[in-house]
């Protein structure tokens, strides 16, 4: 039977650059069986909630979820009672157990040019970091009077031991574990559980710890020192759009979002819905396709076709294909095309 995919194009870019990605998926070869559903602002359009009850369980009976992006400025609001996109996601990851938010950055050659930072600098670099996804100030309680205001940063020692496991086994030459431990008590505790986990089972891996501040700055000073980065939701976020800039666009990084084996993980791009491009057939599809290869990689175990997107992709960009973000004229249609012609 084949694989079941729930596709979320969500707003904004989602829609035109999710139909060139299953274009690429029917060329590479894979049959699965998709269900569309609406999610974030076009889910509150149509029924008022960012993903409805419904849109949650047919992803929690799928084998993979593949998501666009969500929000845009119709949704914006800063009232608390109002309905917003980014819920859609909150409640799919605390939904699905999506505790591990893996985001590998690596510059491709043919881009090194294209990096606010010189060539030298980014040379080599290939960083994955490892966000936890479903604790700290994203789902801590929440207070609002008129003139006060708090969020909640709260972490249990299974929540950091789970996710230190993760970058544990995906680490090659070494885990940097990123946290504020000269300030934050969730750090302090973060640090120890790190600290044991890598003493019990994982001695052989060169573990290191950093405060995110120095983190921040090394990232952009010396990015290709680092292999493995772990940390906690916010520093997660705020670390991987620094990380992405790397690699001259945002347009190009892929995540994952896994949690239990076996359990669907979500497959996105790091990028949003870029309202202001959006309908207009301009948006670099690259991010959803190395998306995409990511689901087939670490959802559906078909290696071989994910690498064959991968190395289409970096043919392509090789060749010159060059999307607007990244200084060129490429349209969707036209980087699809350039990346087909590669598989
Ligand atoms: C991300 C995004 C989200 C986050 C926003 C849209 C809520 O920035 O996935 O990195 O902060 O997690
Ligand atoms: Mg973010």
């Known amino acids: 039977m084949a694989s079941k995919i729930i596709l979320l194009p969500g707003d904004g870019i989602g829609p035109e650059i999710t139909a060139p990605t299953l274009e690429l998926l029917d060329a590479v070869g894979t049959k699965f069986d998709y269900e569309e559903h609406l999610f974030g602002g076009a889910s509150i359009d149509a029924h008022g909630i960012a993903m409805t009850d419904e ?33 859609g996601l909150f409640r799919m990851r605390k939904g699905l157990g999506l505790y591990a938010n893996l985001r590998p950055v690596r510059p491709f050659p ?8 010189k060539r030298e600098i980014i040379e080599g670099t290939d960083v994955l970091i490892v966000r936890e996804l479903t604790g700290g100030l994203y789902f801590g309680a929440k207070t609002r009077t008129k003139d006060t205001a708090s ?40 640090r120890e559980v790190v600290a044991e986990l890598h003493a019990a089972e994982f001695s052989q891996v060169p573990l290191e710890n950093v405060l995110v501040d120095n983190a921040a700055m090394q990232l952009v000073s010396n990015p290709a ?4 980065i772990v940390t906690e939701n916010l520093f997660g976020d705020i670390l991987s759009d620094e990380a992405a800039t790397l690699t001259g666009s945002i347009g190009m990084l892929p ?5 239990e084996p076996g359990k669907p993980g979500v497959f996105e791009p790091v990028h949003g819905s870029a309202p202001d491009i959006a309908g207009q057939g301009v948006a670099n599809p690259l991010a959803m396709f190395l998306s995409a290869a990511m689901m087939l990689r670490h959802g559906l175990n078909l290696e071989a076709e994910a690498a064959a ?4 992709v970096n043919r392509a960009l090789a060749e010159g294909l060059r999307t607007r973000d990244l200084g060129g004229s490429a349209d969707t249609r036209a980087a699809t095309q350039a990346v087909l012609s590669n598989l």
């Open 255 to 259: 995540s994952a979002s896994i949690g």
């Open 110 to 117: 043919a881009l090194y040019d294209a990096s606010p930072l």
């Open 151 to 190: 969020d909640l940063c709260e972490y249990s020692r299974e929540e950091i031991e789970r996710i230190a496991r993760v970058a544990f086994r995906a680490a090659r030459r070494k885990v940097t574990s990123v946290d504020k431990a000269n300030v934050l008590e969730t750090s302090r505790l973060w």
């Open 55 to 87: 849109t949650l369980a047919a992803c929690q009976a799928a084998d993979a979820v593949l998501l666009a992006c969500v929000g845009g400025p119709k949704w914006d609001t800063t009232d608390a009672d109002k309905p917003r996109p980014e819920q």
């Open 225 to 228: 020192d680092f292999d493995v």
């Open 309 to 312: 997107i991968e190395s289409a």
